[in-house]
């Protein structure tokens, strides 16, 4: 007779959850197969729950979620989602996230892209911490970085989540300052649109209001002196904010 492999996906299982923030993640690996079962609390929000572990401005994890309960919110560059019980969606990339209501939102997801990008946003962030420099230098971890690496050849950490995590650390780091006296928001902002985030799409990325966003957007633009879009994408990409399109 052959062996089935069945193994719970249930949160309370202690030794495969991991906790990011307002959500409990639960996941099993059937070789190159990984599935996640995440519940997500009420007031969750990606940019603000997950964002400080991976680093990138947003979602750049693909899913195949199917939606146990409850609801939630999704906002990508040309679509605005809203999933409940009983939905099945594919998002690619590039998306920001939320719950919606006061219930938890559960559901499963058949890709494994996210659960690899949060183990090694985990792990780069438990390498770098106990040794952060002071605050007056606050350069990317080149000994955390080799760690990484190494990790990801020898299989314990996806190879393609590795470099995700580490770009996003670089381009933090190169941020911290802000280019033509533009601050820390402004330059998250200057980055939402740079890759095509309209105003509106800016404002519930960053939990802000339309009008906020849009002052944002004028301000920058006069700061680093630009009328257009086009115009504020090709500084975004001389600063070194975003990578150009090839």
Known sequence: MRQVDVRPLDPGTPDRTRLVGRTALTDVAFGETTITREVMQPGWRWSDDVKPVVGTDLCQA??????VSGRMQVVMEDADLKLGEGDAVVIPPG????????????????SGDYSHLIAAGDAYRRMAEPARPSRGHRGIRTDAVAELRADARAGRLDGAAVEIVLSAVSRRSRRLSGPAGLTPRETEVLVLIAT?????????????TPKTAATHIERIYAKIAVTSRAAA??????????????
């Open 62 to 67: 693909g899913h195949r979620l199917y939606i």
């Open 196 to 208: 095509g985030a309209s105003a509106k799409q800016v404002a519930r990325m960053l939990g802000i």
């Open 95 to 110: 998306h920001d996230a939320w719950t919606v209501g006061d219930d938890p939102c559960a559901l499963v997801d058949f």
């Open 233 to 246: 994408t090709r500084f975004a990409i001389h600063h070194g904010l975003i990578d150009p399109v090839c």
